[in-house]
C-alpha cells in the first residue's frame, strides 16, 4: 500500500522486528569485540563512556534510521533518494555499502575463528588443557592462515547461501529462538566466571572506573564501538525499517534492542573479565581474548564440553543473524541500482568480500585498519549524516507523523529533537575530530 514496490515483506509482528533487529546487533560485536576493546582501553571508565553513548547517541540515531526506512519503505539508497530527491544524500547509502564490504571482511574471519572453535569443542580438543595450551590454541589458529581462510570462506559462503533467496522470513524464526538460546547460556558462564577464585579483580577492572584512563582515543573506541554493535550508522536499520508495519512503535523497538545488545554485551564481560584475572590471562591482549578465555571456563564447569559446544555453535549463528545483515545492504543495492539480479549479486558481493577476508586473515595490519575504518570512522561518519538528515533535510512534520504513525502520542518526541538537532551530532563531530587528532 505504501510501497513501491508490490512485494515487499513485513516483519510478522513486535517480536518479530526486535528479534530481527536484535539478530543483527547482537553479534561478534558483543562477544568478541566488545570484551576486547574494553580490555585495551582501560576497563571501568570504557564502559561508563560507551553506555553514556549507546542512551544518547545508539538509541537515537537508531530511531532516526528506522523512520527513515519506513517512510520511504524503500532500501538504503532509494530511501534516500526519495525523501531528498535531486540531492546527494544517497550518497550516505554508498558509504554504507562500503561499510559493509569492510566489516564483513574481517567479520568473516572472526566467525571462522568460531566454526573452528565449534570444531575444537565437538572434538573436546582443549578439555585438561592449561591456560597458557589454550592460548597456544589459539595462536596456531590464527597463524595456520590456510586454516583461517577455509573457515573465513565457508561462513561467507553460508552468510551467502541465505541471503541469495531473500531472508525476512528466516533470519525471523532463527532469532526468535537461537537469541534467547544464546542469552542462557552466556548467564550460565556469568554464574561460572564470578565464582572462580580470583574473579573480583576482573569486576573491579570491569565497573571500577579509573577517570585517568580516558584520552580521546579511548572516547572514539567507544563511540565506535557502540555504533558496531548496535548496527547502526550504515543502512541496516534503514532496510529493516522498511520491513516494519506502521502500527509498530519505533521508539519502543529502538529502546528494547539497545536494551537487549547492551545487556548481552555486560554479560559478556561479566563472563570474560572475571575468568581472565582468575585464570593469569592479559585483559589487553587483543581480537583473542574471548577465545583464550572462555575455554578455561568451561575446563572448569560440570557438563562443561556441551556448555562450550553450545556456546561456540550459538556464538556461529549470531554472528550469521549479524552478516546476513551486512550482506543485504551490499545485495540491495547491486540489484536495486546496478539492476543485477539477485543470485547474481549475491554472489559477486559475496565473491569480492571473501577476496578482502582472505587479506584480513593473512595481514593482521590489514584486519585492524578495516575495523578501525568501519567502525571508528564510517559509522560515526554515517550517524552523524542520518541525524542532520533527519532535523534539517526531511519536510519537518515527517519525523513525528512518522514515529506516531502508530497512532499513539510519542512523548519523548521534544527530546529526541533536541538530542538529533544539537546533542547527538556535536558529540559524534566533536568525538570523532578529537579522535582522529585533527582538532
Ligand atoms: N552489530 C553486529 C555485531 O555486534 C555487527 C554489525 C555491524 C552488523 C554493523 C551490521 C552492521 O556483531
Known amino acids: 500500500m505504501q510501497s513501491s514496490k508490490s512485494s515487499r515483506d513485513n516483519f510478522s509482528g513486535k517480536l518479530g522486528i526486535i528479534a530481527a533487529t536484535a539478530g543483527s546487533a547482537i553479534g561478534l560485536g558483543n562477544i568478541w569485540r566488545f570484551p576486547y576493546i574494553l580490555g585495551e582501553n582501560g576497563g571501568g571508565a570504557f564502559l561508563l563512556i560507551y553506555l553514556l553513548f549507546v542512551l544518547i547517541i545508539g538509541v537515537p540515531v537508531m530511531i532516526s534510521e528506522f523512520l527513515i526506512g519506513r517512510k520511504a519503505q524503500l532500501n538504503v539508497f532509494g530511501a534516500f533518494r ?137 572516547v572514539l573506541e567507544a563511540l565506535g564501538q557502540a555504533f558496531f554493535s548496535l548496527s547502526i550508522g550504515m543502512g541496516v536499520i534503514v532496510t529493516y525499517g522498511s520491513y516494519i508495519k506502521k502500527d509498530e512503535s519505533l521508539g519502543g523497538t529502538a529502546l528494547s534492542v539497545s536494551l537487549a545488545d547492551t545487556i548481552i554485551a555486560l554479560l559478556a564481560g561479566v563472563a570474560i573479565f572475571p575468568a581472565a584475572f582468575a585464570f593469569g590471562m592479559e585483559p589487553d591482549q587483543g581480537p583473542g581474548l574471548v577465545f583464550v ?51 547474481q549479486a549475491t554472489w559477486i558481493a559475496a565473491g569480492i568480500i571473501a577476496i578482502l577476508g582472505i587479506f584480513c586473515a593473512l595481514n593482521d595490519s590489514v584486519f585492524g585498519a578495516f575495523d578501525y575504518v568501519s567502525s571508528n570512522i564510517l559509522l560515526p561518519l554515517g550517524g552523524l549524516l542520518v541525524v542532520i538528515f533527519v532535523c534539517w533535510i526531511m519536510e519537518k512534520t515527517a519525523p513525528r507523523g512518522e514515529i506516531e504513525a502508530d497512532g499513539k502520542k510519542a512523548r519523548y518526541y521534544g527530546w529526541f529533537v533536541f538530542i538529533i538537532k544539537f546533542l547527538a551530532p556535536i558529540a559524534i563531530a566533536l568525538v570523532f575530530l578529537h579522535g582522529l587528532g585533527w582538532l
Do not use: C
Request: no cysteine; hydrophobic share 50%; net charge neutral.
Open 82 to 218: 526519495k525523501l531528498a530527491p535531486g540531492q546527494h544524500w544517497y550518497l550516505i547509502g554508498v558509504m554504507g555499502v562500503g561499510a559493509a564490504f569492510l566489516i564483513l571482511a574481517f567479520y568473516s574471519v572472526v566467525a571462522g575463528w568460531t566454526l573452528h572453535y565449534v570444531y575444537l569443542s565437538l572434538t573436546n580438543a582443549m578439555s585438561g588443557h592449561t591456560p597458557s595450551e589454550i592460548m597456544a590454541v589459539f595462536e596456531q589458529v590464527q597463524n595456520t592462515k590456510l586454516l583461517s581462510i577455509a573457515w573465513t570462506l565457508l561462513f561467507m559462503g553460508g552468510t551467502a547461501y541465505i541471503v541469495r533467496s531473500g531472508i525476512e522470513k528466516g533470519i525471523e524464526r532463527y532469532a526468535k529462538v537461537l537469541m534467547p538460546a544464546l542469552l542462557l547460556i552466556i548467564i550460565a558462564l556469568n554464574i561460572r566466571s564470578v565464582t572462580l577464585d580470583g574473579a573480583s579483580e576482573g569486576l573491579a577492572f570491569l565497573f571500577n572506573p579509573d577517570f585517568s584512563k580516558i584520552t580521546s582515543d579511548v
Open 293 to 343: 578465555t572462555l575455554p578455561n571456563i568451561f575446563n572448569q564447569m560440570t557438563g562443561g564440553y556441551v556448555f562450550g559446544l553450545l556456546f561456540f555453535v550459538l556464538l556461529s549463528i549470531a554472528a550469521l543473524t549479524s552478516s546476513i545483515s551486512l550482506l543485504e545492504v551490499v545485495v540491495a543495492y547491486f540489484t536495486e541500482e546496478l539492476k543485477l539480479r539477485r543470485k
